[in-house]
């Protein structure tokens, strides 16, 4: 269990900072705050954001487990400050004050508000929402940008972009993201196809104007894995399945599909298998990848292709009925600073977690307490592959 990779966040949305400790990153990886500082930056982007990405301006703090630039092997703590402190001191204050605080006691639907209330018996909820906060994900970028060092060791790379907003696709496939990356980076809605971008932009632009928000899909792509990754043994130790909660957990993603995904339910078995070939310069190779690089549980060798759906923000200018939760009386929901549209954040969001859990199933395969070590146990099985095809 040393060689597992795992981590904790903690933190509230207008609290002091969020910190993040991660476990089980091998000793002897290069890592500088500016790498991870890169990544939370990509978090912050995106045509339809609010205005508390004018004032967070994230920047890490590395507290532990890394000296002269290299990991320790030793737990790695990361602090990313909140800017907007200074104007919550009073409300997010740790000791209690004399003034009072007014509580929130009008729940949004659609949001962990009354359920969270209900269950830690909170009539302020504020104490629910500040946790449940998207703002949470930034500690999870930076756990992902470590791990993401740790994969580019391994030549494993991760790629995002944004394939849906509201009714407005881009319907290119998948495996045009590699070329159209660089254009996809420069793109405010994080897509590849600057037409079904303006359409998207539109349709934003139509929902800010009604006081409303919008949802969409985005996509990830792992190229570089290794065969074998996660097992079939266990239920719990599918890599698939450790990818769809991966991904589900953050906040407002309500599915997640692998490859064809739902597309294959309505297939014949002979449309949706990838056949396998043989070539004694490659081995075993697949012409399709309809599975998206998973079979059984387990990488295949082939591209991991995994998307997302997340559905429009809770937090509504325009705000929908609810009931305040002291008085039982109907009132309109509570209204937070937000985001119109947050789909092209949610794809670096979920760039990190997958690259967290692919980390995390290279620990566990070529375990191994320093880099070196992992490095040879890697070629070992990568020549064992060889000889095998």
């Not at 994230?58 to 400050?81: E, F, Y």
């Not at 690089?293 to 929908?320: C, D, H």
């Amino acid at each position: 269990m040393g060689s597992l990779i795992r981590y904790i966040t903690a933190g509230e949305s207008h609290g002091q900072a969020l910190v993040v400790i991660l476990e089980g990153i091998p000793s002897g990886v290069r890592l500088r705050a500016d790498y991870i500082n890169r990544e939370l930056k990509r978090r912050q982007i995106g045509y339809g954001r609010g205005g508390r990405m004018q004032i967070e301006k994230d920047k890490v703090k590395i507290l532990s487990g890394i000296r002269q630039g290299k990991t320790l092997g030793s737990p790695i703590a990361l602090l990313i400050p909140n800017l907007d402190w200074e104007n919550w001191d009073k409300v997010m204050a740790v000791e209690k004050k004399d003034e009072e605080i007014p509580f929130l006691t009008h729940p949004r639907p659609g949001h962990a508000d009354l359920a969270g209330g209900i269950k830690y018996g909170f009539y302020d909820l504020r104490n629910v929402l500040e946790r449940a906060s998207a703002r949470e994900t930034a500690a999870r970028v930076a756990a992902g940008a470590v791990c993401r060092k740790v994969l580019e060791e391994f030549d494993i790379y991760l790629y995002s972009r944004v394939i849906r907003i509201g009714r407005e696709r881009d319907e290119s496939e998948w495996n045009l993201i590699f070329d159209r990356y660089p254009l996809i980076e420069k793109s405010v809605l994080r897509c590849g196809d600057r037409e079904a971008e303006e359409r998207m932009k539109r349709l934003i632009d139509e929902a800010k104007k009604r006081g409303d928000t919008l949802g969409g899909v985005f996509e990830v792509v792992a190229m570089g894995l290794p065969v074998g990754l996660g097992d079939y043994i266990q239920w719990d130790l599918k890599l698939d399945a450790r990818l769809a909660m991966a991904l589900m957990s953050i906040q407002a993603i309500v599915g997640v599909e692998i490859g064809l995904g739902f597309e294959t339910a309505k297939r014949f078995g002979s449309e949706v298998q990838d056949e396998i070939f043989y070539q004694k310069e490659k081995g075993f190779y697949r012409k399709t990848n309809n599975c998206g690089g998973i079979e059984g549980g387990m990488s295949n060798g082939e591209p991991l292709v995994v998307r997302a759906a997340m559905k429009p923000l809770s937090t509504l200018a325009k705000p929908l009925s609810s009931v305040d939760v002291v008085s039982k009386k109907k009132v309109k929901a509570a209204k937070e600073r937000s985001d119109v549209c947050a789909v092209p954040a949610a794809s670096v969001i979920g760039e990190a977690v997958v690259g967290i859990e692919i980390a995390r199933a290279m620990r566990e395969k070529f375990s191994g307490d320093s880099l070196a070590e992992m490095k040879r146990n890697y070629l070992s099985y990568q020549d064992y592959v060889r000889k095998r095809s």
